[in-house]
């Protein structure tokens, strides 16, 4: 059973570039949440998208996107890109149904803005 | 903001007991205590929550004062590959769609 899988590992991107990061959830979940950790800082959460709908969003820009499709998984989209963009960015996945207290991370994406 | 306050760094030796203390003084009668680890540069990793009792599973323990305002995640035997930032965090269980908020957690360096 895969768990929860992010592509890709890493990225290099250049300020003001656009930026589409992936996420796979663990098989039966179908909430995934993103969340941004700069470098010697806990995860912030960005949003959590269910039924292919935004439901809860924390404290980031417009400049922040996602999207869920059909089969759960979900993309992250981040435009204009500054260098404070740059971190590890986590993927985790929940089914909704069980209120499973169990949110399960995925292997992050680093993203480099230069 | 985060709700819940812990030691920075803590560190202790292979084979021994590692307690991580953890300070939730404004916690809500509905939200559980969870701790998260994160070993370096991997995504965070379930390990433990309870609300008012004790909890014990494979990994660790849980020990929960009587008036919520505290809580200790023990690991049992400490061994090189616990070495990680240990978060705790309250949150509403019967809410999944509840987001986590991190604070910035306690950094474990377990010695040989």
């Known amino acids: 059973d895969a768990g929860v899988t992010q592509s890709p590992t890493h990225l290099i991107k250049t300020r003001g570039q656009q930026v589409t990061l992936r996420c796979s959830p663990k098989?039966?979940?179908?909430?995934v949440s993103w969340y941004q950790q700069a470098l010697g800082q806990g995860p912030q959460f960005i949003f959590q998208?269910?039924?292919?709908?935004?439901?809860q969003r924390g404290n980031f820009p417009d400049r922040f996107s996602g999207h869920q499709f059909p089969n759960y998984s979900s993309e992250l989209n981040v435009n204009a890109l500054l260098l404070g963009d740059s971190a590890l960015y986590l993927c985790?996945?929940?089914?909704?149904?069980?209120?499973?207290?169990?949110?399960?991370f995925g292997p992050g994406t680093r993203l480099t803005v230069t | 903001d985060a709700k819940t306050t812990q030691p920075p760094s803590m560190d202790c030796a292979e084979g021994r007991a590692a307690n991580l203390p953890c300070n939730h003084s404004?916690?809500?009668?509905?939200?559980?205590v969870y701790w998260y680890r994160q070993i370096h540069s991997q995504g965070p990793q379930y390990i433990i929550h309870?609300?008012?009792n004790n909890e014990t599973n494979e990994m660790a323990s849980l020990i929960i004062t009587e008036d919520r305002k505290s809580s200790t995640l023990i690991l049992p035997h400490a061994t090189l590959r616990d070495t990680a930032v240990y978060y705790c965090?309250?949150?509403?269980?019967?809410?999944?769609?509840?987001?986590?908020?991190f604070g910035s957690g306690t950094r474990l360096s377990i010695r040989p």
């Open positions: 985790a996945s929940t089914y909704i149904a069980r209120s499973s207290y169990e949110q399960y």
């Open positions: 098989s039966g979940h179908d909430t």
């Open positions: 998208y269910y039924e292919e709908e935004e439901r």
């Open positions: 404004t916690i809500s009668g509905n939200e559980y």
């Open positions: 309870g609300l008012k």
């Open positions: 965090i309250v949150r509403v269980l019967y809410s999944s769609a509840s987001k986590i908020i």
